[in-house]
């Protein structure tokens, strides 16, 4: 996607997804719903798209900094509920600054190709586990869930890890008991 769409979120999902608008606007209106759910005001009308790469860029450069959740939460916040231009440098910039991040550092690292190769090597990856869109969750690089889930999906996955994770220890009256100071020899 470019970063100035002239696309709207319903436009752009009826034609990515072959779907009438309105179905469109149905489909935003459950996320807006789910979001309002878990406390989240979603603005799917007047959300801007734009491509996020360069997002994707500053949030590694936040990594880097020890402020990646921060950046991440920021820009989510921004693009979901303030309808902010995340693809936009110098909104970008400004959003860096509120989290901490320095001014000078984040305009230079934006307008080179700092981060390109890390944002990438992340494509590849998510490539490679067959993430399509987000959200999407990987447990143990076994399981995946995708989309929003409910609670219980979650706990009923993590069950399901757990009990596969197991460990059954095979033990008999004759075996050995060794550790790093040597085995134990068994009285017979």
């Known amino acids: 996607m470019g970063r100035d769409s002239k696309e709207n979120m319903h436009e752009a999902l ?9 179905q469109a606007k149905a489909n935003t209106e459950r996320v807006v719903q789910m979001a309002k759910e878990v406390g989240l005001d ?11 790469f360069d997002a994707h860029r500053l ?3 936040a990594k880097h900094k020890g402020l990646m959740k921060e950046m ?3 820009i989510l916040q921004a693009y979901f509920t303030e309808s902010k231009h995340i693809g936009d440098h110098e909104t970008l910039t400004e959003l860096a600054v509120e ?8 305009a230079k690292m934006l307008a080179s190709d700092e981060m390109t190769d890390v944002v990438r090597a992340d ?7 067959g993430v399509t869109g987000v959200p999407f969750f990987l447990i143990n690089k076994k399981y995946a869930l995708t989309g929003a889930q409910p609670t219980d999906t979650f706990v009923q996955a993590l ?7 197991e460990i059954t220890v095979l033990k008999s009256e ?11 020899i068994p009285n017979k």
């Open 14 to 22: 009826a034609r990515k997804y072959g779907m009438s608008i309105a």
């Open 42 to 52: 979603y603005q799917m009308n007047t959300l801007i798209l734009t491509n996020t």
């Open 59 to 61: 949030t590694m450069y």
């Open 72 to 74: 991440t939460e920021r």
């Open 99 to 106: 989290v901490g991040l320095n001014r000078e550092s984040v």
């Open 123 to 129: 494509e590849q990856t998510a490539k490679q586990y």
């Open 159 to 165: 069950k399901k890890v757990i009990a596969e994770n």
């Open 174 to 184: 004759d075996g050995l008991n060794c550790d790093d100071d040597g085995c134990e």
